[in-house]
């Protein structure tokens, strides 16, 4: 069992769905003729765009000072995996889960491909920058400015 990403095509007046990546068309090669299978489908989220959301976050975390932080356990490190569960979170993008002890946790949503569509995904884009600007940059700049800063960091400008 594997995933096939498919591209749907006319040959001929008819629709056909086609392997579109090279690891597609060799998964396709092990399906013997004939063969029936099932898809379950979803489309595909804009990879590029995924990338700016991990760029922004980078440079939030990046630019964050979490303070001197001391505890029971010890000095606490910066996390870059926490960083992004916690913006994830105050974007408003997590469940709570019940714990052994019965207490409850805040868990951060995955943002994977097949758990969060474009629409999902564009709104949490724009709730991390909101998140970042009031927790990282205390407001010193603009939501544009932030945007025009990671699209500087990727080199789309």
């Not at 980078?58 to 960083?83: C, H, L, V």
């Not at 629409?119 to 205390?138: C, G, H, M, P, W």
């Amino acid at each position: 069992m594997g995933k096939i990403r498919l591209q749907k095509m006319d040959i001929n007046g008819n629709s056909v769905f086609a392997p579109c990546t090279p690891e597609s068309i060799e998964m396709a090669k092990t399906i013997p003729i004939g063969k029936e299978i099932d898809i379950e489908y979803s489309f595909p989220r804009n990879t590029q765009f995924h990338r700016k959301w991990f760029a922004l976050l980078k440079i939030g975390y990046d630019n964050w000072a979490p303070g001197e932080i001391n505890s029971q356990y010890g000095t606490p490190e910066k996390n870059f995996e926490r960083f992004r569960k916690d913006v994830t979170i105050l974007a408003g993008y997590y469940h709570i889960v019940v714990r052994l002890d019965g207490t409850t946790r805040v868990e951060a949503d995955s943002v994977s491909f097949g758990n969060m569509d474009e629409a999902q995904f564009s709104e949490l884009y724009s709730k991390t920058i909101d998140v970042l600007l009031k927790r990282v940059y205390n407001s010193s700049m603009s939501a544009e400015q932030l945007d025009e800063l990671v699209d500087k960091f990727m080199g789309f400008v």
